[in-house]
């Protein structure tokens, strides 16, 4: 019975951690990349735009 019970317990604290920590994981990493992603469109974005209206005053001004 405590050998079993020993096992068992063992086996649940392992799937449980083991699960947590991959959810976590995957949590994070999901989390990281679409945060790296929007920024990075946005800075683009916003960079590519002021270039295009700077160029554009410039050469409408001139």
Do not use: C, F, K, V
């Not at 947590?20 to 949590?27: G, R």
């Amino acid at each position: 019975t405590t050998h079993e019970t020993t096992h068992a317990t063992t086996h649940a604290t392992t799937h449980a951690t083991t699960h947590e920590s991959t959810h976590a994981t995957t949590h994070e990493t999901t989390h990281a990349t679409t945060h790296a992603t929007t920024h990075a469109t946005t800075h683009e974005t916003t960079h590519a735009t002021t270039h295009a209206t700077t160029h554009a005053t410039t050469h409408a001004t001139t």
